[in-house]
């Protein structure tokens, strides 16, 4: 597929099964193909897929340092299981420092604020990783 415009690709792209998918891009992209993950319910899913396909793709997670500690231990648990690369990509700011200079940003009536706090906790991290 390489050399044809974006449309022929994505036609071709959506013949293939997700692996098929999957498999198409790590053979493309090399070591530019990184999937991120929250570490959700349905992430393994998706996990196993790249495992099975190639071993090989990294992995980014954006923890905000607001996950519950279920989270975390998901998180190792799949890593250990799966043996993917993973990437934590953490804010800047610890939370308790961005609480003590913005106060609770998430817990504001403002969209302003939350816009702040997404792009402190989500946005700027994973830009960074990537």
Known sequence: MAGQDLPTVRNNLSALPPAGQLAWCAAEFGRSFVLTTSFGIQSAV?????????????????????????????ARELEERLG??????????????????????WESDQPEDMERYLQMRKVEPLETAL
């Open 46 to 74: 998706l996990l196993h897929m790249a495992h099975r396909v190639a071993s090989a793709i990294p992995v980014v997670w954006v923890d905000t340092g607001y996950l519950p500690p279920e989270t975390y231990r998901y």
């Open 84 to 105: 993917f690369e993973l990437h934590v990509a953490q804010p800047v700011l610890s939370a308790a420092r961005m609480e003590a200079l913005y106060g609770p940003l």
